[in-house]
Each structure stands twice: as structure tokens, then as C-alpha cells.
T-cell receptor
Framework: GNSVTQMEGPVTLSEEAFLTINCTYTATGYPSLFWYVQYPGEGLQLLLKATKADDKGSNKGFEATYRKETTSFHLEKGSVQVSDSAVYFCALRDNYGQNFVFGPGTRLSVLP | DAGVIQSPRHEVTEMGQEVTLRCKPISGHNSLFWYRQTMMRGLELLIYFNNNVPIDDSGMPEDRFSAKMPNASFSTLKIQPSEPRDSAVYFC??????????FGDGTRLSIL
């Protein structure tokens, strides 16, 4: 079945550091890929998405590129801020469009 | 625009009691999802509906859990009887076909 694997957290960085959160997936066909962010006490919010190979999703300084050859969708940001502290979930939606599969989440803490 | 609305935000009750969680999806969204989030298991899909019809309830942990969607604007997740291991944050999400899910802020449930 479909699955999503993320790097284990927590990840602790200093402000303005470079961020990478790895995400790899297993799926049949051509899934769409997503990153969701969950701030403390809130629900998940869509951060960015990519629907086909080589697409790059970007939002709020975050980027992720859909790499079919490596089945990856790593999240990057060049300079993190304290306000980026949250839990980040990688997810896929199968090509039937019916269901999402979420990774376990990676907690990011950014220190001033 | 109003997002997905869940109630209550917090619920504390004694084991054995019936618990009812409520969700109002975004107007026009025809798919609704219930998730449970715990530290140990991460985000788990419990059940989802398309056009008010339950499509996949394989994630419902046991018969104590039930979900209904009597109309397009309302869904409930009921636990009867509740147990301490049911303590978690329960999220509702909705979407239109082939679009990302939008999440509510969740209900934090504590069973004593």
C-alpha cells in the first residue's frame, strides 16, 4: 500500500539556519504530494503541493520538488524563523484522488 | 470564509461516558474525513465520507466508535463507552474532489 516516511524529529535549529526535512514515499501510479504544517493548538494547514514529477511547490519561503526518480519530496527553507516552529507533515494523495496518507510528522523548533 | 468548524475544542470526561464530537465542513465540500492524532501513532484516518456516504471506515478502532453524516453540513463522531486510551486530538477535514483537505482546529479529548 501507499506510505510516507519522514525524517525523525525533533529538529532544533537556530534562527536563519537552513532547513531540510526529508520525505520519501511509496505509491503506485502518480500520486500528488503535499506538505502540511501544524502550529501549536491548531489543525493542519496546507503549506505547499506538487501534482506531477519535477513540479516545485513553494510558499512562505518553503520549497519542495517532486522527484519521481528518488520518490522524494524534501522540504527546504533557506532561512528559518522562530515563527516556523511547528510540526510538518508530508502527505500523498493517490492517483484515484480518494485518500490521503500522512507521514508521522517532524517537529521543528527554531531558537532565537 | 468559514473554515471547517469543530466542537467542542476541549472535552474532559470520565471513562464510560458517551462522547460526541461535531464537525461542520466547508460549504460545498463533498468529502469529509475524521482523523485521530496521538503522540504514539501520529495522525490516523478513522473514516471518510463522500456525499454523506461512508466510504472507508477501516480506520475506526473498534465498535465503540461510530460516525454519521446526516447531511452535507454536519457530521458526528461518537465514542460509547469512552476509555482513557481514546484520549487524543480528533480532527475533521473536508475537501472538494482532487483538491487538498482543509482541517478544523481539532477537539482535544481527555478521558479520565
Amino acid at each position: 500500500g501507499n506510505s510516507v516516511t519522514q525524517m525523525e524529529g525533533p529538529v532544533t535549529l537556530s534562527e536563519e539556519a537552513f532547513l531540510t526535512i526529508n520525505c520519501t514515499y511509496t505509491a503506485t501510479g502518480y500520486p500528488s504530494l503535499f506538505w502540511y504544517v501544524q502550529y501549536p493548538g491548531e489543525g493542519l494547514q496546507l503549506l505547499l503541493k506538487a501534482t506531477k514529477a519535477d513540479d516545485k511547490g513553494s510558499n512562505k519561503g518553503f520549497e519542495a520538488t517532486y522527484r519521481k526518480e528518488t520518490t522524494s519530496f524534501h522540504l527546504e527553507k533557506g532561512s528559518v524563523q522562530v515563527s516556523d516552529s511547528a510540526v510538518y507533515f508530508c502527505a500523498l494523495r493517490d492517483n484515484y484522488g480518494q485518500n490521503f496518507v500522512f507521514g508521522p510528522g517532524t517537529r521543528l523548533s527554531v531558537l532565537p | 470564509d468559514a473554515g471547517v468548524i469543530q466542537s467542542p475544542r476541549h472535552e474532559v470526561t470520565e471513562m464510560g461516558q458517551e462522547v460526541t464530537l461535531r464537525c461542520k465542513p466547508i460549504s460545498g465540500h463533498n468529502s469529509l474525513f475524521w482523523y485521530r492524532q496521538t503522540m504514539m501513532r501520529g495522525l490516523e484516518l478513522l473514516i471518510y465520507f463522500n456525499n454523506n456516504v461512508p466510504i472507508d471506515d477501516s480506520g475506526m478502532p473498534e465498535d465503540r466508535f461510530s460516525a454519521k453524516m446526516p447531511n452535507a453540513s454536519f457530521s458526528t463522531l461518537k465514542i460509547q463507552p469512552s476509555e482513557p486510551r481514546d484520549s487524543a486530538v480528533y480532527f475533521c477535514a473536508s475537501r472538494i474532489p482532487n483538491q487538498p483537505q482543509h482541517f478544523g482546529d481539532g477537539t482535544r479529548l481527555s478521558i479520565l
